[in-house]
């Protein structure tokens, strides 16, 4: 598979007196298609590494290639058009007053015309099941909702890969599972890449690859079975938590991590 | 905090909920200067007529429309008082030491009244019908020639429109923070006037911390999405120009030569 993100030797430090690194030659590649989560504990650099992929921040050394282009403080607005970002708070990343003007925003910064416009908007909200709800001003939404608006508002704009900067950790756990579903089936229609910088587990086992970030440092790479049979301090998801429960009061359980539907499979058995 | 009350807009489907915002706004500002031709009882009857005629089109309760005179009550009566006191000629009914109130000065009191009262309920009419988001566009596309001039436009609308669309979290938010305070024991509207000023202190200071975290994440979503100022955007919200506008404008002109003729004669 080819690459679509090219991280390379990646170092930040937000003060340049001290030490202190946010990020330290940080490397990895995202292959095109993949769904891949980026994970670490508060101050572990996850955010920075957010910033810098979005080019809200320039990289100090190392470089970032995304769809075969370097990030630079020229490319980036180019680079922009082919990624979409969800951020946390629902609120705050809400521009338009109604739903479609909302995800018309970006569109609109490239000029486009009206019927195009249009017609993306509709594709966009229709993909998210938010089409109902295009005329709604955002204070009558519920937080998964607005969330919904914003990832219409990335797709809308076709993008080839699409950042979910902790885009779940303000909603509650039904409309954050509900999203997780709906971004899978998007993932195959709309043919796309997910990064997923997250510190939640459910979102981590739905990923394809994990990339364990530790002080700013890459401490693991792999499938979320190998991470969660090795990384021994991360908080397991349910599976594999019901597992080591099962394992520590000596049930005759299987010694390799288990998702979900393996553990349910296994108690039917 | 009720939400609708801001921006006042009430839905509807009116007649004046269908005209476009330029239109209105338009023939809103225009109705402020013709109301300067008006002299006489039979002008500012017509004018009356208009005003009243406007108010019944919007479906608008007239409750609606008294409350938006109630804050400006005060400003009104000094005014009038004021015409009534300096306004000298015709017989004098009233003479007590220096005050001296004429015939010429009623009368010009209850014009002036008149006026008054007469512009706050058409533009109270306005922006009942308008959703505050459409005044923007409209404003927007009225203002649209001062960009020869290289004045920002659209950035001002933006701006505008922005900050509309964040008036209702900014109220949540002032409300969540009054009740952490008052979860600790603080009692708002109590005490004397300095006393209720520094209960406020305490609330100002976390909205502001929070509008500024706000204002920057929304910056980093804008750039993200693309938006650089200066650039040329298209316009997802159209205004779409109807024979009825057209018709207003005509209406506003009628208007005019009413008056002119009720004027003259």
Not at chain 1, 135 to 145: K, T
Not at chain 2, 148 to 157: C, G, M, Y
Request: aromatic residues 10%.
């Amino acid at each position: 598979m080819a690459p679509i993100i090219e991280v390379n030797n990646l170092t930040y430090r937000y003060d340049l007196r001290t030490e202190t690194k946010a990020l330290l030659s940080v490397s990895f590649t995202v292959h095109r298609g993949e769904w891949f989560a980026i994970i670490g504990n508060n101050g572990s650099g996850k955010s920075t590494l957010a910033q810098l992929l979005t080019g809200l921040l320039e990289p100090q050394q190392g470089s970032i290639f995304i769809a075969d282009m370097e990030m630079t403080e020229k490319s980036k607005w180019e680079i922009r058009n082919r990624i979409g970002v969800v951020f946390q708070n629902p609120d705050n990343q809400f521009i338009g007053s109604t739903v479609q003007d909302d995800v018309a925003f970006g569109l609109e910064n490239l000029n486009m015309d009206y019927k195009e416009m249009k017609k993306r908007v509709y594709e966009a909200l229709k993909m998210v099941g938010m089409f109902e709800y295009r005329l709604y001003d955002p204070s009558h939404l519920s937080g998964g909702q607005k969330q919904r608006v914003a990832i219409a508002g990335a797709l809308a704009m076709k993008p080839d890969v699409l950042i979910l900067d902790e885009a779940f950790v303000m909603l509650d756990p039904r409309s954050r599972r509900e999203l997780l579903e709906t971004i899978h089936e998007l993932k195959v229609s709309a043919d796309l890449t997910v990064v997923s910088i997250t510190h939640d587990m459910t979102e981590v086992e739905a990923a394809d690859r994990v990339v364990v970030l530790d002080n700013g440092q890459v401490t693991n790479i792999g499938k979320p079975r190998e991470i969660f049979t090795q990384e021994k301090e991360l908080t397991p998801p349910l599976g594999e938590k019901l597992r080591r429960a099962l394992a520590k009061r000596g049930a005759n359980v299987p010694q390799s991590y288990m998702s979900r539907e393996e553990v349910m499979c296994w108690l039917w058995k | 905090m009720n939400k609708l009350s801001l921006g006042r807009y009430v839905p509807g489907d009116s007649i004046l909920h269908q005209l476009d915002p330029r239109a209105k706004l338009v023939s809103g500002f225009y109705f402020i200067i013709v109301l300067f031709i008006a002299n006489n009882w039979q002008t500012y009857l017509l004018l009356w007529l208009f005003t009243l005629g406007v108010m019944r089109l919007s479906k608008v309760h007239l409750y609606t429309y008294f409350r938006g005179v109630r804050p400006l009550i005060w400003l009104i009566l000094f005014t009038v008082v004021l015409q009534m006191l300096f306004t000298a000629g015709g017989t004098i009914y009233v003479e007590w030491g220096p005050i001296r109130i004429s015939e010429f000065g009623l009368i010009n009191g209850v014009y002036i009244f008149c006026r008054f009262v007469m512009i706050i309920f058409i533009s109270t009419a306005i922006t009942l019908t308008t959703k505050p988001i459409d005044l923007t566009d409209g404003i927007d596309s009225l203002l649209g020639p001062l960009r020869k001039l290289n004045i920002p436009v659209d950035e001002i609308s933006l701006m505008l429109s922005i900050s509309l669309r964040f008036i209702p979290n900014l109220l949540d938010e002032t409300q969540r923070v009054m009740d952490a305070q008052r979860a600790r024991g603080t009692e708002f509207g109590e005490g004397s006037l300095v006393q209720q000023m520094k209960t406020l202190v305490p609330i100002f200071l976390p909205l502001f911390t929070n509008s500024l975290n706000r204002a920057e994440e929304l910056a980093n979503v804008m750039e993200v999405k693309g938006y650089q100022s200066g650039i040329k955007r298209s316009s997802f919200r159209k205004l779409r120009w109807k024979t009825c506008d057209t018709i207003t404008l005509c209406v506003m002109a009628a208007l005019t030569i009413g008056l002119i003729l009720l004027r003259l004669n």
